[in-house]
Each structure stands twice: as C-alpha cells, then as structure tokens.
C-alpha cells in the first residue's frame, strides 16, 4: 500500500535515479490500454475522458497503444491548459498523428455516443475536495453511460488514501492503479488491477530528493509550528552540544534550548546565534540535574539526548533515569546510547549510533550494508525504537520500515558532523515520525557534506555543515 503523498516522493526520487515522469506516464499509459483490452476486444468504441493533470497524461498515451480500437479522447478544456508539460507532449502527439481528438470547452457539450468502454482519466491522486465543473458534469455523463468503465488509477472524485468521495465520483468497474495498491481503493465495489510501470525498488528505499515533500506538508498535530528542540548534552565535550542546536536551528525548528552544565555555557562559543541557554550546575550531567532537565523537556517537541555528555558513571546513570521517566520523543546519540538497551521507557527514540557504537548496544555487526539492513530492522524491533545507523550506507530501521542513506563522503568521519546529525534529526523529529525524520536528517547531513567536499575538498569542518542545511532540505535538488 502507499498513500498519494508518499507516491509523490517516490516519483520524485525515481526521476532523481534516472527514470524520470515521462517514461513513468508511458508505462502507465500502456497499462491503461491492456485493462482495456481486457474489458473489449479490438474494434470496439472506446471514450476516453480526460482532464487535464497528468492522469489525463495517462489516457493521451493509452490512445496511442490503442489504435486498432475506435478511439475518441475527449479533453475537458482548452489543450493550453493542460497542466503539465508531459501531458501537454502527449496530447500534442495525438492531435499531431490525427486521432480522433474532442475538446470540450461546455461540459454539456461531452457526447459520449454510447461507447462500449469509457476510459475516466478526468483525475487521480491530484483531486482535493468534491469534483467541480467541468469534472463533476463529466463524471454525471460517464455514469449515465452503460459502459464498462475503466478508471485510470483511482476513479476520479474518489479520494486514494481514504476511499471516500467528498460529492459525485465516477462509479467504475475497473481500476488500474499504478506500482502499489491505494489505501482507498479496497473500500471501492470495483475490479482493481496494480500495473508495475518500471519505479525501481531504489526509488521506495534509497533516500532522495522526494523524501523533501514531507516538510513542505503543514505539520497538523503540531498546529503548523516546527516546534521547538531540547538539547542536553555536555561535559568532557564542550562543542558537541552547540553544534547540535546550531543543526536544529538550521533544520527548521523554530525555537531550541540547551540544558548544558554551567562550566560548558560559560566557557563555549556558537551560543550567541538565537540560542538559549538554561544551564545546570557543575561540569557534568547528574541525577540531581533530573527535575531541571524533566521540566524543560516536557515543554519541548524533541529532545536531543547526548552530544557532549561523556561517560562517567553518574552521568550515565543520570541519562538511565532521565529515560525511564521520559514519554516524549528524543534523539539519542554518543555516549547516552549504551543505556537504551538496559532502560524501560515510554518514550518514542530514534538512536543514532554508528556501527561501533550499534554493537557496544548489543547490536549486530555487518558490513555490508544490505546485510545491516535485515540485522538492523530486526534489531531495532527487539529495542522498540528507531535506530539510524551511521556508515558509509546509513540504515534507518523500525523493525516496520526500513530506508537507506547513500549521502555522504569519507570527509565526513571528522569530529563534530554526528553532533551536526543529532541536532538536525531532533527538529525533524518535531513534526515527523521517527524513521522520517532519520532518513531526512542523513539525507540532509550527508547532502551537505557532499556540497561542502564538492565546493572545497576535503579538510572539511562539521561546522561547514550548517549553513548547507537549509538548502538541502528545502532548496532545488540540483543545487
Ligand atoms: N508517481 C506518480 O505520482 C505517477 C502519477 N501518474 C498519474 O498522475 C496522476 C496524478 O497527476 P496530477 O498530480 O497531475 O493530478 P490529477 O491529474 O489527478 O489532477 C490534476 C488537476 O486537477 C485539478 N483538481 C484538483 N481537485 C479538483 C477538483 N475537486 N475538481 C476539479 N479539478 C480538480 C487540479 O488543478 C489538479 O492539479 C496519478 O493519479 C496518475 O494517474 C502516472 O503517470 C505515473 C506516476
Ligand atoms: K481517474
């Protein structure tokens, strides 16, 4: 099953792999004319109706493979209005090879002239609310039809991911929904048909591009804020924890707070940048710190647990508690990791060890990354939080869903770019579930870096990373 949105994604990283839209449409296109010669034989009258999104797009290239039928592709408005430059080629391609071409500018205008098959084309994933004119009036003129109607990937009016229709749909005997089943569809009283159109498995599992679109979606259970990011860490490291809310700055969260030890703020430089400060005593993160840190915590969307904290023993024991009472969502990285294993906690957390640090959790070591990739989802199902495992691949797992990063370059083992990660991944845990927000934060992290070394060389600093962040989240993907 994939819902519109991530459907979406994945036709965005596929033309980031090389395969891109147009040759998707023609694949679609091709499996439109097999449902339909499966619903007549040729000869027969076909009607294609068409709006003009690229679901019509589908329709225009299913005429071409349909030749030997009776073919009539009727377009709901003006061809310059069509609205994508790949359907707009495809219709340009029937007008010029003389099919037999109907523009309906008048609604009342569509005549069907009782066709044996209907092809409704008018909308697909694209459709938001009830049909409007002309749509809805054509969707009236294809259910008066006594037709067998074939829908091109969900019947137009009806909504993919929920199966409902927010007014007047098209009532279809057949569907042909394209690479994956819609959520929607299994509630419909029609023969629904999945048509593989040549999206690689890579493009639903390699990170890329079309994974951006989450971010551009208005975060509904935060009420459209980015939220705001907790960062503890400090101690032995003093960098680790501004560097880490520097990246969650830059990674969109609108507001972060660091919970450092005293000795840490007074003495670190890259707080003055919007940051606040709301430090503990002393040099190093104890149990005694907890109800200081439980408070602020609560008051935060993420929490970005370790950077900096060290390993002494009160310390850790410290973090073990901090756990074990915390139901709210955190990063966990460095030296707080080793406790997850050992703690019981309500709290949602998405890990990011490397793969040292994977195995001193009890984790498995592999390689290859096609190997971690089972290990580490089945790994992360026994733990019961998300792990994102940093490597050369990095692995992003649930035990559910499971995603892989190839961003990133061997410049990126200095010091500091996991702090940068860290940070990053605590704003993108503020508004999306955790293996969303570890796949975009090491795709972001890993594009930055590779910019950066494309820019410069190597040599570079986790600091270099910062200013990247942004673009790589929400700039062009080119760039
Ligand atoms: N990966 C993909 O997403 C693929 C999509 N393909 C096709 O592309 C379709 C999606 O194309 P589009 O995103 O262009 O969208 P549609 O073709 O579904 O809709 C296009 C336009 O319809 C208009 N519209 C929206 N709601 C309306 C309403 N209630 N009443 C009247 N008009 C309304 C909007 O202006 C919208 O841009 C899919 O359903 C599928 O058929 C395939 O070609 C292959 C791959
Ligand atoms: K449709």
Not at 350 to 361: I, N, S, V
Not at 398 to 406: F, I, T
Not at 459 to 465: F, I, K, P, Q, V
Request: contains cysteine.
């Amino acid at each position: 099953m994939i819902t519109a949105e991530r459907m979406a994604a994945v036709d965005e990283n596929a033309a980031a792999l090389g395969v891109p839209r147009k040759q998707l449409m023609e694949s679609s296109g091709n499996a439109v004319a097999r449902a339909v010669r499966g619903a007549a034989d040729p000869g027969a009258a076909v009607a294609l109706v068409c709006g003009r999104g690229n679901n019509g797009g589908d329709a225009f290239v299913a005429a071409r493979f349909l030749d030997d039928y009776d073919v009539t592709v009727h377009l709901l408005g003006r061809p310059e209005t069509i609205g994508t430059d790949i359907a707009r080629e495809n219709w340009g391609a029937l007008t010029a090879a003389d099919f037999d071409t109907r523009v309906v500018s008048d609604s009342r205008d569509l005549a069907l002239d009782d066709p044996d098959v209907v092809v409704d084309a008018l909308l697909g994933t694209g459709v938001t609310g009830a049909l409007r004119q002309p749509e809805r009036a054509a969707a009236e003129a294809i259910n008066g039809t006594a037709a067998t109607v074939v829908a091109v990937d969900v019947p137009s009016g009806v909504d993919a991911d929920t199966g409902e229709a927010a007014g007047v749909a098209v009532d279809a005997d057949r569907v042909v929904t394209f690479h994956d089943a819609k959520p929607g569809l299994d509630a419909l009283d029609a023969a629904v048909t999945v048509a593989d159109i040549g999206i690689p498995e890579a493009a639903e599992l390699f990170t890329g591009p079309g994974d951006r679109r989450l971010l551009s979606r208005p975060a509904d259970t935060h009420k459209g804020d980015f939220g705001e990011v907790l960062v503890v860490g400090g101690g032995p490291y003093t960098g680790a924890p501004a560097l880490a809310a520097q990246a969650a700055m830059r990674a969109g969260a609108d507001l972060v707070r660091v919970a450092c030890p005293r000795a840490v703020a007074d003495g670190v430089q890259g707080f003055e940048e919007g940051l606040i400060l709301r430090p503990f005593d002393g040099d190093r993160l104890r149990i005694d710190h907890l109800d200081h840190v439980h408070e602020l915590a609560a008051a935060h969307d993420a929490v970005v647990l370790g950077p900096g904290l060290g390993d002494h023993e009160a310390t850790l024991a410290a973090v073990r508690d901090f756990l074990a009472d915390f139901d709210g969502r955190a990063v966990v990285d460095a030296d707080a990791l080793g406790v997850v294993p050992d703690v019981d906690t309500d709290a949602t957390l998405l890990c990011t060890p490397h793969g040292g640090e994977l195995r001193g959790m009890g984790g498995p070591s592999a390689d290859d990354w096609r190997d971690r990739l089972d290990a580490v989802a089945d790994f992360a199902a026994d733990l019961g939080h998300t792990l994102l495992v940093k490597g050369a691949y990095d692995v992003i797992a649930d035990g559910e869903r499971a995603r892989v990063n190839r961003t990133g370059n061997p410049g990126m083992t200095v010091g500091g770019t996991g702090d940068v990660l860290a940070g990053a991944a605590g704003a993108l845990l503020a508004t999306q579930d955790p293996v969303d927000a570890g796949a975009l934060a090491a795709y972001a992290n890993g594009l930055a870096g590779d910019r950066v070394v494309d820019r410069q060389g190597y040599g570079l600093l986790a600091s270099d990373l910062l200013p990247e962040l942004p673009r790589t989240l929400w700039g062009g993907a080119d760039e």
